[in-house]
């Protein structure tokens, strides 16, 4: 497999990462860019996603193409040889994911070696489940499964802080010890200038910000961008 998981879309989107987002699809010719966590107006985010890419240097050497969830989205799909879902509401995509048949394709897709670029909420379907979103379940979803393309959940736009909210709310790293304490597998935190590379079985950490991992035994580290880590370890540690 083939994935590159970035803590936010950013604004401009992808500048922070732009570099990595190129390197990462400099083979490919046909891009899609599925649109559907967007909740104002969908052509309008691609268009821009388009001009930030293909606009300017350094700039992907393929043309992004729109496949709208809503717009047989199923026939567009086998005409790309790569694809990127950036951020919205993370509830949203997946709702969407599941009503326009593309959740079962993409999964497939993605673990036939689909290079695949997900930000923000296209970074956390990529996981298990995407219980470790920061997002509100405005549409009041009850199935969370997720791609599962990797064994760990992502929480993009991480912060180290004391408090999330307000003086007296959860951290984040204590919102992440609550999830362990229901589920087992591994959770990346993600900040927003940082992303994660999946390439085969091997893992590591890119950008300029930093990534942390969090295992259910309660033991975190930061990632190195020097450590490579393995799927198959990570899986094992769920």
């Known amino acids: 497999m083939r994935l590159l998981l970035i803590g936010a879309t950013g604004s401009p989107y992808y ?14 010719k046909r891009v899609g860019v599925i649109t559907a966590a967007n909740l104002v107006d969908e052509e309008v985010y691609f268009r821009g996603i388009d001009e930030r890419l293909t606009g300017n240097q350094p700039r992907i050497a393929g043309e992004l193409v729109h496949i709208r969830w809503d717009s047989n989205p199923l026939k567009t799909l086998p005409q790309v040889d790569a694809l ?14 599941y009503q326009s048949g593309l959740w079962t394709e993409l999964r497939e897709r993605i673990r036939d070696g689909l290079p695949y670029v997900g930000s923000s909420a296209g970074a956390n379907v990529a996981g298990p489940n995407i219980l470790t979103t920061n997002d509100w379940n405005v549409v009041g979803l009850t199935h969370f499964e997720s791609l599962g393309v990797v064994p760990f959940n992502i929480n993009p736009h991480y912060m180290e802080r004391t408090a999330s909210d307000a003086p007296h709310s959860e951290t984040r790293d204590f919102r992440i010890r609550e999830y362990h304490k229901f589920w087992n597998n591994p959770v990346i935190a993600i900040e927003e200038d940082a992303a994660i590379s999946i390439i085969d079985d091997h893992v590591r950490l890119l950008g300029k910000g930093k990534a942390k991992l969090f295992t259910s035994d309660n033991n975190r580290h930061w990632l190195d961008a020097r450590e490579h880590l393995g799927l198959e370890s990570l899986a094992q540690a769920a």
């Open 84 to 97: 990127i879902i950036p951020g919205g509401n993370t509830y949203v995509l997946l709702k969407r994911l």
């Open 15 to 28: 500048e922070h990462c732009k570099q990595e987002v190129v390197n990462f699809l400099a083979q490919a």
